[in-house]
């Protein structure tokens, strides 16, 4: 019995550790979003501005070399207001690009003002969007490392306090965090994300100490 109350007690001497583990990557899925409009005093004058700039737009991706799947309509909107008696319609439509092709989608956001050159209205949050879509095939690689890191910092601890580490008592993965590299990017349209990619993961784990 006085044994096994040694043993026991011994049980009880533990470390808790965070390891971590970061990962550079690059995008793999752009997505943009074109959101513009069109006004007039009648709904047909509208209707025909907005479907001149739809053309337009298509004409400037067909010309960088996309195809035409890779532009698809996402949604419209009429809306229509009078002031002094005179009505003004609105007409809004967006479209949304969507492709794995990243070089090809950085090209496109460098020359969107020549769509504002053409006279398309971009509304503002026509942003470009990029996608890490690879996460699960680099889980298990990051995890272990994360679990190496909590290992050495435990290693350290055990040094420095005249103990040896021993088995995993308990273990805790943290969430998937995937950032921009180089932190927020500031900007105008189709510039608010970057197909730079940072990838972090934590895990607790906490080692008997022998």
């Given at each position: ?73 996402t949604g419209a909107n009429v809306s229509q207001y009078s ?26 956001v460098k020359r969107q003002f020549d769509l504002v050159k ?21 889980k298990p690689e990051m995890v272990a490392d994360a679990t ?63």
């Amino acid at each position: 019995m006085g044994d096994g109350l040694v043993r026991m007690k011994q049980s009880d001497r533990a470390v808790t550790v965070r390891g971590l583990a970061e990962r550079e990557v690059t995008a793999d899925l752009a997505t943009w979003t074109i959101s513009y409009s069109a006004k007039a005093g009648d709904l047909q004058s509208a209707q025909a501005d907005l479907d001149a700039d739809t053309r337009a737009i298509r004409a400037f991706f067909t010309e960088l070399g996309f195809k035409g799947d890779d532009l698809q309509p996402t949604g419209a909107n009429v809306s229509q207001y009078s002031e002094n008696g005179v009505p003004t319609y609105t007409v809004k439509q967006r479209l949304s690009l969507r492709t794995t092709d990243i070089g090809k989608a950085q090209a496109a956001v460098k020359r969107q003002f020549d769509l504002v050159k053409q006279g398309v209205e971009l509304e503002e949050g026509s942003g470009m969007s990029y996608t890490y879509t690879k996460l699960n095939a680099i889980k298990p690689e990051m995890v272990a490392d994360a679990t190496k890191d909590a290992r050495k910092a435990a290693e350290q601890f055990a040094k420095d306090s005249g103990t040896d580490v021993g088995s995993i008592k308990s273990a805790t993965q943290g969430y998937f965090e995937v950032t921009s590299r180089d932190g927020d990017a500031t900007g105008g349209w189709g510039v608010s994300d970057t197909p730079y990619k940072k990838v972090r993961v934590v895990t607790t784990v906490e080692y008997y100490l022998d």
